[in-house]
C-alpha cells in the first residue's frame, strides 16, 4: 500500500465529510440495492465496506438486516453513527482481518481509491470476510486510468472486463454479475459517468499454503511432540498399546477434536451446502472420503526409533461404519466414568496408547491429504510434511 496516498486520500474525507455526505446521502441506490438484495436472506450480517455518510448502512438497518459499518476516515465515521445512530469501526480497509464473519459485504465506491497494484489484496480480504455463499458488491468509476487528482484523492477504474479478470484471480470467488450503471448522485445526474457494478459470490472457504503451515501445521507437531515426550517414559511398542493414563486422555481428546476441526475445515473449502448440518465424523468425512477415496488405504509406519509399527486409521470408514478409535474417542470424550458393557472396562481406559497413536496417524495423514489440496489449488509445488514420529505411504504405497 502506498501510504502517502492512502492518507492523503483519508485527509481529504476528513476535511470534507460534511460536503461530501450532502452530496451523496440522496443519491437513488434502489437499483443497486435490489439487486444486491436478491442474494440476501432476512436478518443477514452486512459488512459496510467503506460506510462515507451512512446512506446505505441505514438503509440495511431500516430493512433489518445487521450491520457493521467500517470507513478509514475518522469524520465519516461520526457522520455513520449521526445517520444511524451506530457507531461505525474506524479502520483502514488493508487493516481489516474478518474471517467467514458475514453474509454480505458492501463496498459501494470504496475500493475505487485502492491502487490497482493492491486490488487482488483487498479483494481476498473482502472474501475472506464473507461466509460461504455469502456475496460481495463492489464499484469502480468506469474506465482504465489510475491517477492521483490534485485534492490528493488517489483513483483507479475498471471496466467490465478488467473486473471480471481480477475476479477470475480471486481463490474461491464466483462472478454472479456484472453491469454498468448511470451516476446516481444528485450533482451528476445527467453528466454521462458511468459506474462498473460486480457481484461476487464466496464458493469456498479459502485456506493459504502459509496459513495452513502456520495455524494447523504447527498445531499438529506441538501435538506430536507431546506425544514423543511421552514416549520417553512409555515406549511405542505393540506390548505396551493397552497402557492408560490420565496423560494420553488429555493427548487422545485433544488430538481428536483437532482431527475434527480439520475436517470441518475441509467441509468449508470444498462444500457449497451448510457444512453445519453434517453431525458426525463420517458425514462430515463424506467431502474427504470422495475427494481422497485412496485415504482408505493410507498408512503410516513408526521411524526407525520405535518398534515397527503399521496403522490404517481410516480403513474402517467403509458404508457408514466409524472406526474403533473414534467410536472410543467419543466414549471418553462423553461417558468416561463409566463402564463399557461389551468390554467391562472403564470408557476411559479407552484413552490408550494404541488409540493415541493410531488417532495421531489420522491427523498425520488428514493433514497431508489436506495440504495436498492446498497446494494443488494454489498451483503450489506439492510436498509431503514430514513428521518425527511416522513415514507416510500414500495410498498404502
Known sequence: MDDKNTNRTIEYYNTHADRYSEVTRNADMSDIYKRFEEHLKPGSRILDLGCGSGRDSKYFLDKGYKVVSLDASEAMCRKTQELTGKAAVHMRIEDMNYENEFDAVWACASLLHVAKSDMHKILEKAMKA??????????????????????GRTFANYTEARVCDMVALVSGASLEDVWTSQDVRLDRIGQGHLWVNVLVKKTRVVIT?????????????????DVRISSEYVDI??????????????????????????????????EEDDYRK??????????VLR???AIRLDAVRTIDTF???????FSAFVDGRIADWWNDYNLVKHARSEKNE????????????KNVLTAMAAYFIVCNRIYEEICEI????????????????????
Request: charged share 30%; net charge positive; aromatic share 14%.
Open 209 to 225: 499454503e502459509k496459513e495452513f503451515l502456520n495455524i494447523f501445521w504447527k498445531q499438529y507437531q506441538i501435538i506430536e511432540k
Open 342 to 353: 461389551k468390554t467391562g472396562k472403564y470408557n476411559f481406559q479407552s484413552a490408550n496408547q
Open 130 to 151: 464473507l461466509r460461504v455463499g455469502g456475496v460481495l458488491y463492489a464499484s469502480w468509476k468506469y474506465g482504465k486510468s489510475e491517477r492521483t487528482r490534485d485534492d
Open 237 to 270: 511398542h505393540k506390548s505396551n498399546f493397552p497402557t492408560f493414563s490420565s496423560r494420553y486422555i488429555n493427548m487422545f481428546l485433544n488430538i481428536c477434536s483437532n482431527i475434527d476441526s480439520l475436517i470441518e475445515i475441509y467441509c468449508k473449502m470444498v
Open 307 to 313: 518398534e515397527d509399527i503399521e496403522l490404517k486409521p
Open 378 to 397: 494454489s498451483a503450489t509445488p506439492k510436498r509431503l510434511l514430514k513428521s518425527k514420529i511416522f513415514l507416510y505411504a500414500k495410498n498404502g504405497e
Open 291 to 293: 475427494k481422497f477415496p
Open 278 to 287: 453434517k453431525y458426525n465424523i463420517h458425514d462430515r468425512l463424506t467431502p
